[in-house]
């Protein structure tokens, strides 16, 4: 049975978004457990507060799980008053769910990966980038490599290029079956504000709606 992965992600939101993650997060391992499937985080990257997620990598596997994601993957919506900032008025928070397709194959370890943080290219001259925070992350057993650079902060680099390296063995696999073909389709989805395919509410993270049947 092919397991998958799937990236929670707070985009480039606010605190407020970074809560609705860690929920998202929760929520996800939670009844994915209720569900009868096997849930497993891979990598997080914790956010400006104790408690908050940037990001996070879910491995998922077991019966039924298509339709389970069926209710998960896109933009989550979150309906709350701030609980950082009460005298702003906004009150809808959205995450990014997205699913990645993992090998049946090559399952993803820990172990196997070796994560590594250089120097990310930038301008030459007097702005030359000087900080180290992009990251390459390398599966041994293939030697797949994988680099995330456009973020400021290599914790804010390292989900997406384990995300990255999760589809380049993906990829891998189904070129051997020679299922693949010549192409592959991108999986990644943008964060879609405003298209929310689920929607909770309250501190509680309550669900309130769901739009896929």
């Given at each position: 049975?092919?397991?998958?992965?799937?990236?929670?992600?707070?985009?480039?939101?606010?605190?407020?978004?970074?809560?609705?993650?860690?929920?998202?997060?929760?929520?996800?391992?939670?009844?994915?457990?209720?569900?009868?499937?096997?849930?497993?985080?891979?990598?997080?990257?914790?956010?400006?507060a104790?408690?908050?997620?940037?990001?996070?990598?879910?491995?998922?596997?077991?019966?039924?799980l298509?339709?389970?994601?069926?209710?998960?993957?896109?933009?989550?919506?979150?309906?709350?008053?701030?609980?950082?900032?009460?005298?702003?008025?906004?009150?809808?928070?959205?995450?990014?769910?997205?699913?990645?397709?993992?090998?049946?194959?090559?399952?993803?370890?820990?172990?196997?990966?070796?994560?590594?943080?250089?120097?990310?290219?930038?301008?030459?001259?007097?702005?030359?980038?000087?900080?180290?925070?992009?990251?390459?992350?390398?599966?041994?057993?293939?030697?797949?490599?994988?680099?995330?650079?456009?973020?400021?902060?290599?914790?804010?680099?390292?989900?997406?290029?384990?995300?990255?390296?999760?589809?380049?063995?993906?990829g891998?696999n189904?070129?051997?079956?020679?299922?693949?073909?010549?192409?592959?389709?991108?999986?990644h989805r943008?964060?879609?504000?405003?298209?929310?395919?689920?929607?909770?509410?309250?501190?509680?993270?309550?669900?309130?709606?769901?739009?896929?049947?």
């Open positions: 049975m092919n397991a998958t992965w799937v990236h929670v992600t707070s985009g480039e939101g606010p605190v407020e978004c970074e809560r609705a993650a860690r929920l998202v997060a929760d929520a996800l391992v939670r009844e994915a457990a209720e569900a009868g499937l096997a849930a497993a985080v891979l990598d997080a990257v914790p956010g400006a104790t408690g908050l997620l940037r990001s996070a990598l879910i491995a998922l596997e077991g019966e039924g298509d339709e389970f994601l069926l209710f998960w993957t896109g933009t989550v919506r979150w309906i709350c008053r701030s609980p950082y900032r009460p005298p702003n008025r906004r009150k809808n928070w959205f995450v990014g769910v997205e699913r990645l397709a993992a090998s049946e194959e090559t399952a993803w370890t820990a172990d196997e990966v070796r994560v590594e943080v250089m120097r990310a290219s930038g301008p030459g001259g007097q702005h030359a980038n000087t900080t180290a925070s992009a990251v390459r992350v390398t599966h041994e057993p293939t030697g797949l490599v994988a680099i995330a650079r456009e973020e400021r902060s290599q914790h804010r680099n390292k989900a997406p290029a384990l995300a990255r390296l999760a589809e380049l063995i993906a891998a189904r070129q051997a079956q020679r299922q693949a073909g010549t192409a592959r389709r991108e999986q943008g964060l879609v504000r405003g298209n929310a395919v689920r929607t909770s509410e309250g501190p509680d993270f309550k669900r309130t709606t769901e739009f896929r049947t």
